[in-house]
């Protein structure tokens, strides 16, 4: 049982390139979150998910792009990387929806992208 | 809008003593108060949660507190250990529960 699992774990990007931030979870979770974490800061939510075709902005989803095709993955794209992207990125899924019923979020390792 | 206080930023203790992290937060619908621990180098994993049902909930040498008047929880580490140093966080649920927001963190180093 693997839980969430985020690929890469590093990045370096030029400024205006595009990348795909991939994430998988075998836990059979409905819900799939985004977060951006920078330096010293806390975790602000970029996208998250409902469900397979469900999607929604959370508090800084400007400079990025969300699917989820299927149960399983939820990916996030960046589209023209400016500096400002620079972080570390979280994806989580949650039991909510399941018999936990509470929002319990398991978190992958974290992508480090560098946009230079 | 909905936002969550967390205080302090980073937090040195002595081995064996006590450590404490407050939290304020501001939408009142909340329900359900959990904490993460961050260590180096990887994703924050669920180590005490509350809901606001309860005033005090205790799991070994970490405990949470709740008061749900004062819209304040805290989280108590007792008998500090060198394995507890990271960086803590605190959050609440906002009002539609499919969102959890996050206090900004708490770096916690434990002095031998």
């Not at chain 1, 806390?42 to 998910?49: A, E, M, R, T, V």
């Not at chain 1, 996030?76 to 994806?91: D, G, H, I, M, N």
């Not at chain 2, 309860?54 to 819209?71: H, M, P, S, Y």
């Not at chain 2, 500090?80 to 140093?85: I, N, R």
Request: glycine content about 8%.
């Amino acid at each position: 049982n693997a839980g969430v699992t985020q690929t890469p774990k590093f990045r370096i990007l030029k400024i205006g390139q595009s990348m795909t931030l991939q994430c998988a979870q075998d836990m059979n979770h409905n819900y799939m979150y985004w977060y951006r974490q920078d330096p010293g800061m806390g975790l602000k939510l970029i996208y998250y998910s409902v469900g397979a075709g469900i999607t929604d902005k959370g508090e800084v989803p400007n400079g990025y792009n969300v699917s989820r095709s299927t149960t399983e993955y939820f990916p996030l794209r960046l589209e023209l990387a400016a500096p400002s992207q620079t972080s570390v990125y979280f994806c989580a899924s949650s039991s909510l929806g399941t018999s936990i019923a509470k929002n319990i979020q398991y978190f992958g390792a974290g992508t480090r992208l560098s946009v230079l | 809008g909905e936002n969550v206080e967390q205080h302090p930023s980073t937090l040195s203790v002595q081995e064996g003593d006590s450590a404490v992290i407050k939290c304020t937060y501001s939408d009142s619908a909340s329900n359900y108060f959990p904490w993460y621990k961050q260590e180096l180098g990887k994703g924050p994993q669920l180590i005490i949660d509350i809901r606001s049902n309860v005033g005090e909930k205790k799991d070994q040498r970490i405990a949470v507190t709740l008061n749900k008047t004062a819209k304040h929880f805290s989280l108590h580490i007792t008998e500090t250990q060198p394995e507890d140093s990271a960086v803590y966080f605190c959050a609440a649920e906002y009002s539609s529960a499919s969102k959890i927001i996050f206090g900004s963190g708490t770096r916690l180093s434990i002095r031998p």
